[in-house]
């Protein structure tokens, strides 16, 4: 069974950095697409950036080159690494892991203040 722990949430001015982390159990993680959501109140949850088994990593829109998504085979850790922060990217992050179904951590609160 597949667990994903996240950590690294917290409350961060705007302007500010955050790194969110993403622990992956249960099975092999390196044959794992893994990816990382938000959701935001009273919006959909929509995908932030992806990071594949091999090849390129994809972002939102909103995101590029601010966040980096990372991975840690040996460490079976996926990375976020989240730079010049804005309010609107306070959200609840979750982590998100993809073979034939989807895994999903608990979430962690991300919230930049103005």
């Known amino acids: 069974q597949v667990q994903l722990v996240e950590s690294g949430g917290g409350l961060v001015q705007a302007g500010g950095s955050l790194r969110l982390s993403c622990a992956f159990s249960?099975?092999?993680?390196?044959?794992?697409?893994m990816a990382w959501y938000r959701q935001a109140p009273g919006k959909q949850r929509e995908m932030v950036a992806r990071i594949p088994v091999g090849g390129s990593t994809n972002y939102a829109d909103s995101v590029k080159g601010r966040f980096t998504i990372s991975r840690d085979n040996a460490k079976n850790t996926v990375y976020l690494q989240m730079n010049s922060l804005k309010p609107e990217d306070t959200a609840v992050y979750y982590c998100n892991a993809r073979l034939t179904t989807d895994y999903w951590g608990q979430g962690t609160q991300v919230t930049v203040s103005s």
């Open positions: 249960g099975s092999i993680f390196r044959i794992f697409v």
